[in-house]
C-alpha cells in the first residue's frame, strides 16, 4: 500500500497550487482520506477531509475559503487545490487514508488516519 503526493513546489504569496494524491495497491473509494501539513517545530495538524463518496467535505478554519479538496474515485486520487497562499502555509503537505471504511463524518484527529505518503514540500515565499 503506497500513497503518492506530488504537485508541491515554491510559489509566491497570492499564488495557487494544486497537490495530488494517488493510491497504488489500495481502493481509495471505501475511505475518507485527510490532508495534513506540518511545519518546521509544529506538530502535523488536519487540513481538509474528504468523505469516502465524495459528497462532504471538512476544512480547518486556516484554510476555509482558500482550499478545496476533491476526489476522483475512477481515477484513485484525491486532490487539494490552494489558492490565496500565504506565507503561513508553508508546510510538507501529506495525506492519508481513515483507518476505517465508510465512517462519517469524516475524522480530523491524525490517529484516525493510516498509510500516510512521504510528503510534498509547499513554500510559499516571495
Known amino acids: 500500500v503506497q500513497l503518492v503526493e506530488s504537485g508541491g513546489g515554491l510559489v509566491q504569496p497570492g499564488g495557487s497550487l494544486r497537490l495530488s494524491c494517488a493510491a497504488s495497491?489500495?481502493?481509495?473509494?471505501?475511505?475518507?482520506i485527510g490532508w495534513f501539513r506540518q511545519a518546521p517545530g509544529k506538530e502535523r495538524e488536519f487540513v481538509a477531509g474528504?468523505?469516502?463518496?465524495?459528497?462532504?467535505?471538512y476544512y480547518a478554519g486556516s484554510v476555509k475559503g482558500r482550499f478545496t479538496i476533491s476526489r476522483n474515485n475512477a481515477k484513485n486520487a484525491v486532490y487539494l487545490q490552494m489558492n490565496s497562499l500565504l506565507p503561513e502555509d508553508t508546510a510538507v503537505y501529506y495525506c492519508?487514508?481513515?483507518?476505517?471504511?465508510?465512517?462519517?463524518?469524516?475524522?480530523?484527529?491524525?490517529?484516525?488516519?493510516?498509510?500516510w505518503g512521504q510528503g510534498t514540500q509547499v513554500t510559499v515565499s516571495s
Open positions: 492519508a487514508a481513515d483507518r476505517l471504511k465508510y465512517r462519517s463524518p469524516v475524522p480530523t484527529l491524525r490517529d484516525d488516519y493510516h498509510y
Open positions: 495497491g489500495y481502493t481509495l473509494d471505501r475511505y475518507n
Open positions: 474528504i468523505e469516502w463518496g465524495g459528497s462532504s467535505s
